[in-house]
């Protein structure tokens, strides 16, 4: 099973600022088979990026998606208020057995 | 527009059986691989399961092969998941996910999610 960790567990930042989320696999994911999910308080995830860099269907251009191999990056150039909330990565390269990462919290400083 | 319905989630004892159902619409069903992921009480993201569009293939997570049977009924559109022998590590908010790609058998990443059902196991 390949295990992903996120880092870091919480990242407070201010709006406007530029925020840089790590997903790391314990084995290299196979066809960079990424995905990065955003899930605010009491809503389901919200798919963000898939095969590591395309941005999903009406997502902002400031989130982006980068990395190949075991490491991993989502970046959000310039904080907006409603981008703070919780960012998983997935891993779906050793599908069917497919892995979430532990999280990364955003939060407002 | 993509919806997943969740619903069957309620408080079991241990040991106990349950049975969740998902209804599906604003998507051709039957071309898609479905899947259950869970997440326990302030906890991350577990996938669970998955089932191809035909139903012809079913997988599960470790932590719940042997307990969970994944079914599909394409006629109805729903997606189901019969929990068997629950335990309380099993409490957990159930979401149905949709996968991405038409026709992967094998399950990939997931488009739409429901807004899940409170599965509570307590004595």
């Known amino acids: 099973e390949i295990v992903l960790t996120q880092s870091p567990g919480t990242l407070s930042l201010s709006p406007g600022e530029r925020a840089t989320l790590s997903c790391r696999a314990s084995?290299?994911?196979?066809?960079?088979?990424l995905a990065w999910y955003q899930q605010k308080p009491g809503q389901a995830p919200r798919l963000l990026i898939y095969g590591a860099s395309s941005r999903a269907t009406g997502i902002p251009d400031r989130f982006s998606g980068s990395g190949s191999g075991t490491d991993f990056t989502l970046t959000i150039s310039r904080l907006e208020p409603e981008d703070f909330a919780v960012y998983y990565c997935q891993q779906y390269g050793s599908s069917p057995r497919v892995t979430f990462g532990q999280g990364t919290r955003l939060e407002i400083k | 527009e993509v919806q997943l319905v969740e619903s069957g989630g309620v408080v079991v004892q241990p040991g106990g059986s349950l049975r969740l159902s998902c209804a599906a619409s604003?998507?051709?069903?039957?071309?898609?691989?479905m899947h259950w992921v869970r997440q326990a009480p302030g906890k991350g993201l577990e996938w669970v399961s998955l089932?191809?569009?035909?139903?012809?293939?079913?997988y599960y997570a470790d932590s719940v092969k042997g307990r969970f049977t994944i079914s599909r009924d394409n006629s109805k559109n729903s997606l189901y998941l019969q929990m068997n022998s629950l335990r309380t590590e099993d409490t957990a908010l159930y979401y149905c996910a949709k996968d991405a790609p038409p026709g992967v058998y094998s399950g990939s990443y997931f488009d739409y999610w429901g807004q899940g059902t409170l599965v509570t196991v307590s004595s």
């Open positions: 604003g998507f051709t069903f039957d071309d898609y691989t």
């Open positions: 089932i191809s569009w035909d139903g012809g293939s079913t």
């Open positions: 084995q290299s994911v196979s066809s960079s088979y």
